[in-house]
């Protein structure tokens, strides 16, 4: 069983976060130390490793992230393509401080079969002071297709502390 926060009490708490490294921080969270974010569970996508600039997230969608049409919502997408991209750059934030994504853009290849088990990489191309680039993408498991594919910028900044 995977350690998902279910309640906000949970989640880990800013000192935690910032006592650590992102890579720090994102391997604590792959090796069940800390608690995945409850996105995952909503959403049925987990982080399965993180090492510096790459972070793995595996996740099959279910019924219920289908459209009206009976495919899997765009957002879904861009759930797991945020998630992988910006926790990829996560990995690069020094201790004391935090990120968040500035915009990401999404490009899907073709569609997810619902109940389809994928896993989204998100590789870092530039971590700096204030920003990160990453781009990620979303293969089948199995098959290895290519479902989508995506790029983030994201802010870096020092953590306020009060």
């Avoid at 997810?112 to 990489?121: D, E, F, R, S």
């Avoid at 990453?134 to 020092?158: H, N, Q």
Wanted: some cysteine; proline content about 6%.
């Amino acid at each position: 069983m995977r350690n998902i926060a279910r309640h906000t009490d949970e989640l880990a708490g800013m000192d935690e976060l910032l006592a650590r490294s992102g890579l720090d921080f994102m391997q604590d969270m792959v090796a069940g130390r800390l608690p995945g974010p409850p996105i995952g569970a909503a959403m049925g996508f987990w982080p399965i490793s993180a090492e510096d600039g790459r972070v793995v997230f595996e996740g099959t969608p279910g019924f219920d992230m289908l459209n009206p049409m009976r495919g899997v919502h765009g957002g879904w997408y861009g759930a797991i393509l945020d998630s992988c991209m910006a926790c990829a750059v996560m990995t690069k934030v020094p201790r004391g401080s935090v990120y968040t994504t500035l915009e990401y853009k999404v490009n899907i290849t073709r569609a997810i079969p619902q109940g389809l088990t994928v896993t989204a990489t998100g590789t870092v191309d530039h971590a700096g002071r204030s920003t990160g680039v990453a781009r990620g993408e979303i293969r089948g498991k199995e098959d290895g297709k290519l479902y989508a594919s995506g790029t983030t910028t994201c802010l870096i900044m020092t953590a306020p502390r009060g």
